[in-house]
């Protein structure tokens, strides 16, 4: 399995993106595909994940109301679209697969995408 992250760049708080991740190989019903994001100086953390088979979604707090998790089992793509971005949303994100669990097991990492969002 590999992923492919995109979709990042500059933004002004407040603003918009949309970030892709291409998944190929097979992705099992009981799959989960992941957004996670690293900020400077800071650990990497989970922001947002799908189960490929059902569709359920999950969300870190503070991302709730603002960020959309949705995946495209045709295309095998995973979206995540964020909204009212603000200055501590910065950070570099990376999608990832796990077989088994939304919360854990992630073995598979694409590139990470660079979010910057400015004040």
């Known amino acids: 399995v590999q992923l492919q992250a995109s979709g990042g760049g500059l933004v002004q708080a407040g603003g918009s993106l949309s970030l892709s991740c291409a998944v190929s190989?097979?992705?099992?019903?009981?799959?989960?595909v992941g957004w996670f994001r690293q900020a400077p100086g800071k650990e990497r953390e989970f922001v947002a994940a799908v189960r490929w088979g059902a569709g359920q979604k999950y969300y870190r707090d503070s991302v709730k109301g603002r960020f959309t998790i949705s995946r495209e089992k045709s295309g095998n793509m995973v979206y995540l679209q964020m909204n009212s971005l603000q200055p501590e949303d910065t950070a570099i994100y990376y999608c990832?697969?796990?077989?088994?669990?939304?919360?854990?097991?992630?073995?598979?990492w694409g590139q990470g995408t660079l979010v910057t969002v400015s004040s």
């Open positions: 190989g097979r992705a099992f019903s009981s799959s989960a």
């Open positions: 990832a697969l796990s077989r088994n669990s939304p919360f854990e097991g992630y073995a598979y």
